[in-house]
């Protein structure tokens, strides 16, 4: 998603707000002295009678995403098998905290992302750009991902593996799904037979933070990174098929967008609505 809906929301509020005020403190009492009090409102103009009919629904809209639940759609299988291509999302905006549209300053703490949590957040290389991803480390914790294991702390996260995955047209090649439990909670995830190789898109802010695990002088399989304060690691749950914090860095605390927990529509699988994010 790159067009900004809650600056756009705001825009068309402000204008509605500022047209039913002037309406209110200036249009109408000059139609009432030219036409009447019974009379004023027939000769209200088109934009005025517009403005004042779509403030309240305007407003419904703006409150309703800015703080409590905004609608995503997936655009990608980076999160198979929890999430597909075409899903359609809810995102609990109030989890983390309460923030100020537009500038998404937090002004109410409420908590803050736990690792398992699957959420939505404005992609550090282009802010103007949401991603999905899952939350593996937080800050102070060390990750570390290298042969397709997973570990937090120095310790590996228990794997469970469930055979092979049973939708190869969302998905290259032959993955293998895994149940992968992270702090108590469970979650499945694939993982593709062969190594893939591993390095940084960017230089991002922290690179020193990682180091990355060779196998040759060429090739790298693994990486390890301490995550700062108030930053997350994340990954896709389709290991190897997502850019994620392997690839581009941490995702700091002020990028967060909210938790994803529902599924409300997916038009070419519909026994998918009414799915919880786990």
């Known amino acids: 998603m790159t067009m900004d809906f809650a ?3 705001f825009i068309l509020l402000v204008v509605t707000w500022s047209i039913k005020l002037l309406d209110k403190w200036v249009l109408k009492p000059r139609r009432i002295a030219n036409y009447g009090a ?3 409102d027939e000769h209200r103009s088109k934009i005025v009678e517009y ?3 779509f403030f309240p629904v305007i407003l419904f809209v703006f409150v309703l995403r800015s703080f409590i639940a905004e609608p995503f759609r997936i655009p990608s299988g980076s999160m198979l098998p929890t999430l597909q291509n075409g899903d359609m999302i809810l995102v609990n905006k109030f989890s983390y905290g309460i923030r100020l549209p537009v500038i ?4 109410i703490p409420l908590g803050n992302p736990q690792r398992g949590d699957v959420v939505v957040f404005r992609y550090p290389v282009d802010t103007k750009v949401d991603y999905i991803k899952r939350v593996v480390g937080v800050g102070g914790d060390t990750i570390r991902f290298d042969g397709k294991r997973l570990s937090v702390n120095g310790v590996e996260v228990p794997l469970q593996e469930q055979g092979p995955y049973v939708k190869p047209s969302q998905q290259p090649g032959s993955p293998m799904r895994f149940t992968e439990t992270l702090d108590g909670k469970e979650h499945d995830i694939l993982l593709m037979p062969m190594l893939s190789q ?3 898109i960017v230089n991002f802010p922290n690179i020193g933070n990682c180091q990355y695990l060779p196998v040759s002088a060429a090739v790298t399989t693994g990486v390890e990174c301490k995550v700062p304060e108030g930053q997350y690691f994340v990954m896709g749950d389709n290991r190897d098929n997502s ?4 690839f581009w860095g941490f995702v700091p605390d002020r990028y967060i967008v909210g938790k994803a927990f529902f ?3 997916n038009f070419g699988e519909f026994g998918r609505i009414g799915t919880s994010i786990k």
């Open 7 to 9: 600056l756009i929301f």
């Open 38 to 40: 019974e009379h004023a």
């Open 51 to 53: 403005a004042i009919s």
């Open 104 to 107: 998404d300053q937090k002004i």
């Open 198 to 200: 591993l390095r940084p």
């Open 243 to 246: 850019q994620d914090s392997r």
């Open 263 to 265: 599924i409300w529509m």
